[in-house]
C-alpha cells in the first residue's frame, strides 16, 4: 500500500517527536562508513567483469566546426584495439540536472574545445588511452568561435522571467545617506569529485544495465533511454556507491552513452572512466560571473534599494544559467528592487550545477557588497544585516516558513569573538602578517522534489528500504536508516538500506539539498503506512501504540514485533510531491560565517586561521553527516575565496588548467580549525520531518566572508575572486 | 601510453649504454609517468636506475656533501648534515609536491623534472619543448607560472623545481657518467641552459649520459632560508622562491649567494647582486637597490606581471631575515 503525500500546507503532526527510538537527530555513524574506509565500498568501476573492454574518450582539438573524418583504421590496426564509436548517439555534454531527457547529441557539430566526439575501445585500458591519443580527427574550425562572455559579438539572451523591478533604485540610490556601487567576477569552478564520471554498460539481449557513478537515477534512467533510442524500461542503472557529485552528476554524461553504444557493438561489458581531464573538460562547470550590486542605504543603515546584475554564460542551446540572483529577492529589505539576468552564449565546456548552483557566487558577492556597504556607513556588519532582516519575502510579499538569521548572526558572533574586531582595516599584526576578521550570512533556497520509497517489514521484525536514491558521500544510508528506526522502532542494525538501483521506486535523487528531506520523507511515509496495518494487527490507533527497541508497546501489554507480524511481511510505500505549500511561502535555510586571516605583508598571500558557521535547516537528521555537509561546503567556500578558478584560454577557450596540479583545490594546509554550530529548528513548511536541506548551506556566501577578513586584516578590497596574492600585493604598497 | 620495453638496470654501465642506444631513464617516476600517460613523452624503452647503488648520502673530502642520483627527496631533507649545515636545501625539498612524492622522487630525476607550462602538457597544443618547431602557444595564452627572466620567442617556461635553486645557491655540481664510463662533474650553473631557439634542450647532458650524484661544497654561509611564494598553503609550485645563503662578519656581508625559483628556464642567479652586497652594511636601501638591479632586465608575459613586484618584495624580505641580529 502507497501513503501519498502532496504538500500543500504544513504538517504540524511532528509525527518524529512523538517516537522514542532516539535515532534521528543523533550523530549516527554511517553503516557504509567501515566499508568505505577499508576499500570494500565498490564504486562504478571497482566491479569489473572478466570479460569487459575499455574505452576511452577521444576529444575534438577545435572549438567550434564539425569533425569531418576519423582515421579509424590507422587505429584499429593498434594492438588491443576492437572499436571505434562515434556518431549521432555521442553525447556533446552531459545532460543538465533533471532534464529527463538526452543532451545535445552527436558528433558532427563541435561546440566546445574538448567535446568528446568518439571513443576507442580496446582489450585494456592502457591500449584504449593510447589508441584515443593517436586517433587523427579531420577537423574543420570555423573562425568566429565567440569564447569571452564580454566579447561584443557574443549573442547575449535576457530571458523575462528572470529579471525583477520593483520601484525605483535609480531614485534610491540617489537619494541614499550611504551606497555601494560595485563589479564584482567570480571564475568558473569544476566540482572535482573524487570519484571521476565513470559507467560500465553491460547489454542482455535488448537491456541495458549500466554501472555508473550517477547522482539522480530516475532521471539518468531517461536520459540515457532517450539517447540510445530505447525504452525506459530496458534500461537499468545501478549505482550503489557514487564517490562524490556536488552536481557534476545530476545529468547522464558522455562516457554512460558511449559505453552502452560499445557493448551493444562488441556483445562484451564495456567501462568507460573519464581521464581527471575530461572531468574537467567535458562534465559541468559553473560559470564564471560578472556581477554588479548596487546598495541603497538610508541614514540608519536601512536598505532602501539592492540592485543585482548577473551575466553568466553557457554553450548555444543549454537552457541552464547560473541562478545568480536567486536569494537577492528576499534576503535583505528594500522597497526598490532591481534584478538583471544575462546569458552569454559561448563556445566553452558546458556550464551547469556546481554545488549551490545560484547562491554559492551571487550570495558571496552581495555579502562583500554588504561588508562595504557596513564600511561606508559605520555599521558593524553584524548589525548592518540584522537591521535588514525583513518580516516577510519583500518581493513576493508571501511570509517565511522559518528564519533563523537573526540567531545565526548572533550565535556566531558571540562564539568567535566578533567583539574583539578593530573595525579598522590594519589594525592587528602578528610579525610579518595582517590579521583580520570577516563575517557573512548564509542563505540557500529549500526544495521538496517528488520521490518514492518502499519499506519491507518483514516476518523476522528486521526492515528493509528500498529506493533508488544515491548517496553520494553525503550520509542517505544513514539518515534514511535512522528514519526508519525512528518510526518502527528498531535499532540501526535491523534496519536495511538499499539505493542506487532503478529496480527500486524512483526516489528525488541526490540534488539541490533537496535529497535527505525527499527522499526521507518518503520513507517516513512508507513507515507510517507500515505502522498503520500495525495498528490494524493491534487494534488500536496509531497513537496509542509505541515502538521502541522491536517491541510494540500499546496500553500495558508490550509484545515483540515479531510476534504481532505473526509470520506476516508488511509493505508501506511512501510517495510524496511538493505541492502548493511552497508558493504559500518561502522557504530557505539560514545561517552565517565568521573568518579570521592572516594576509602576508610582503607577499600577499592570504592564509586563512579560523573559521566558524551557524547553521539553521529544520530538523538536523544526523548531526554528524550534517556537520561534515557543513565542513566540506565552507571547504569550497575556502577554495573560491582563495584558490579555485577555470582557466580559459582567451583565444580558443580551452579549459588551460584542467588537472589537480594546477586547478588549486584547498589541500590540507588551507584548511584550519573549522567550527560548525547547528541551530535547533523545525519547519513545518518544509516536509514532515520538519527538514530542510543542509547539503548546500555552507557553501552559500562562505568566501565572503574570508574576502571581507582580507579586506579587514589589510585594507585591500578584492572585488575579482579568488584572492589570490597578485589581487592583493599592490594594495599592501600602502603599508610598507 | 605508448607502448614500451621495460629494463631494470643492473649497472651504471648497463644503464648508460642503454640510455645512449635511445632508451629514456626512469628514477622514481613521479613525472616521468605522468608525462607518458599524456603521452607527452612517449618513450619506447626504459630502463630503471631505481635499484642502482646510487643512493648514500657522503661527505666529501674537503668537508663537502656527496649526495647519491637515487637518494630520494625525502630522506635528503631529512639528512643530518643537511639539516644542520645546508638547511636551505631541506627547506627546500619540503617546501615542494607532497610527503608521497617525496617519498619517491630521487635526487637526479627532481633535477630533470620538466616544466609545468600548462601548454607542454597538452598535446593538441603547440609547444616548441614538446615538438620542436610547432610554436609556443603558451606566448599569448595563460601565463601565470612562466618567466620573467631569460625567456625566448620560442620558449617562456619555467623550471619547477625548489630543490635545484637551493642546490643552486649552494654551488652544487652535478656528477655525470656515459656509456664509455668516463664521469665529469658540471656546475649547476652551467648544467640548466636557456631556452633560445631549442627549448627542448634544457641541460648540458648528452644522450647516454647518466646524473650519479649532485656535490656541494662546504656550505659559505651559515644564515640559510629558502622562501617559497604560491598559490596555496602546500602543494602548488612556486609564483616565485628565493634560495639564500649569506655569512655576516663585524656587521657587514661577508658572502652571499642567491638563487630565484619560478622566474625562469632554470634556477636564476645574478652575479652582480651578490657582488654588490660584499662587504656592505645592511640596509632597506641597499636592499631595494640589490632588487631593483635583478629586475632591471624582467619581462613580464601579460598574466605574470605580478611576479616582477613580488620577487622585489620577497629578495628584500629575504635579505632582511638573513642579516638581522
Ligand atoms: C602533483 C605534483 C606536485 C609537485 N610539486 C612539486 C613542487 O612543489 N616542487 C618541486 O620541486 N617539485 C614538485 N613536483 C615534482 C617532483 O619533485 C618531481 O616529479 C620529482 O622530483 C621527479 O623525480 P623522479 O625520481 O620521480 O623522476 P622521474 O620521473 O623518474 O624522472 C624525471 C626525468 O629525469 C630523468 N632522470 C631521472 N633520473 C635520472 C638520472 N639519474 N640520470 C639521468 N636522467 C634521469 C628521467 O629520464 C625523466 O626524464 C611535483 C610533482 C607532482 C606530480
Ligand atoms: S612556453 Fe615552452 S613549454 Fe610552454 S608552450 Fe611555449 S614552448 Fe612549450
Known sequence: MTLHLKMDDRDDRYRLDDMVQGLVGTPTDRPEGKLKVSGKASYAMDVLPDDVCHGVLVRATITHGKLRDLDTEAVRALPGIRTVITGKRMLRNPAQGMAGKAPVQGSDDIAYFGQPVALVVADTLEQARHGALALRLTLEAKGDAVVNPHDPDASVEMPKKEQVLIGDLDEAMKKAAFSVDQHYTTPGHSSAAMEPHASVAHWHGDSVTLRGSYQMLAYNKAELADALGISEKNVRILAPYVGGGFGAKLGISPEAVAAALASKELGVPVAVSMTRQQVFETTMRRSETNQRIRLAADENGLLTGIGHEALVSNLPGEDFSEPVTQATPFLYRGENREIVHKIARIHRTCAGSVRAPGEAVGLTVLEIAMDELAEKAGIDPVELRKKNIPDQDPTDQIPFSSHALAEALDEGARRFGWDKRNPKPRSTRDGEWFVGMGMASAVRVNMLIESKARVTLSADGRAMIETDMTDIGTGTYAILGQIAGEMLGLPMEDVETRLGDTEFPPASGSGGSFGAASNGTAVLLGCEEIRRQLCKKLNCEDADMTLKGGYAIVGNKRIALRDVLDGDTLVGEGHVQPGKAEKKVRQATYGSYFAEVGVNSVTGETRLRRMLGVFAAGRILNAKTARSQCLGGMTFGIGMALTEELIHDRRDGHMVNHDFAEYHLPVNADVPQIEVVLLEERDEWANPLQAKGIGELGICGAAGSIVNAIYNACGVRVRQLPATLDKVIDGLDEAT | ?325
Open chain 2, 1 to 325: 601510453m605508448n607502448p614500451f620495453e621495460y629494463t631494470r638496470a643492473a649497472s651504471r654501465h648497463e644503464a648508460a649504454t642503454m640510455a645512449a642506444g635511445g632508451a629514456t631513464v626512469i628514477a622514481g617516476g613521479t613525472n616521468l609517468l605522468d608525462l607518458m600517460k599524456l603521452e607527452v613523452m612517449t618513450p619506447e624503452r626504459l630502463v630503471d636506475i631505481s635499484r642502482l647503488d646510487m643512493d648514500d648520502i657522503e661527505t666529501t673530502a674537503d668537508g663537502g656533501l656527496r649526495i647519491g642520483a637515487m637518494v630520494r627527496n625525502s630522506d635528503l631533507a631529512a639528512h643530518e648534515i643537511v639539516r644542520s649545515t645546508y638547511p636551505v636545501l631541506s627547506r627546500a625539498l619540503l617546501a615542494g609536491a607532497s610527503g608521497q612524492l617525496r617519498n619517491k622522487a630521487s635526487t637526479g630525476g627532481n633535477l630533470l623534472q620538466r616544466t609545468r607550462c600548462y601548454y607542454f602538457y597538452d598535446t593538441a597544443m603547440p609547444c616548441n619543448k614538446r615538438e620542436p618547431g610547432s610554436g609556443c602557444q603558451a606566448i599569448g595564452g595563460a601565463t601565470r607560472l612562466h618567466a620573467i627572466f631569460g625567456a625566448s620567442d620560442h620558449c617562456i617556461a619555467t623550471h619547477p623545481s625548489d630543490m635545484a635553486v637551493a642546490l643552486q645557491a649552494l654551488d652544487a655540481k652535478v656528477e655525470i657518467e656515459n656509456a664509455t664510463g668516463d664521469i665529469r662533474t658540471v656546475e649547476l650553473e652551467s648544467f640548466y641552459r636557456l631556452p633560445g631557439n631549442t627549448p627542448h634542450i634544457e641541460t648540458e647532458l648528452k644522450p647516454g649520459d647518466l646524473i650519479t650524484a649532485v656535490i656541494i661544497p662546504p656550505a659559505k654561509g651559515s644564515r640559510q632560508t629558502y622562501r617559497k611564494v604560491r598559490d596555496r598553503a602546500s602543494y602548488a609550485f612556486a609564483l616565485v622562491s628565493v634560495a639564500g645563503v649569506i655569512e655576516m662578519s663585524d656587521g657587514k656581508i661577508a658572502h652571499a649567494s642567491l638563487a630565484f625559483g619560478g622566474v625562469a628556464h632554470k634556477p636564476w642567479r645574478n652575479a652582480e647582486i651578490e657582488q654588490m652586497l660584499l662587504g656592505e652594511a645592511p640596509s632597506q636601501d641597499l636592499f631595494r637597490r640589490v632588487a631593483d638591479t635583478l629586475l632591471r632586465n624582467a619581462e613580464a608575459q601579460g598574466d605574470n606581471a605580478f611576479k616582477i613586484k613580488l620577487l622585489h618584495r620577497t629578495l628584500c624580505a629575504v635579505l632582511t631575515e638573513l642579516t638581522e641580529g
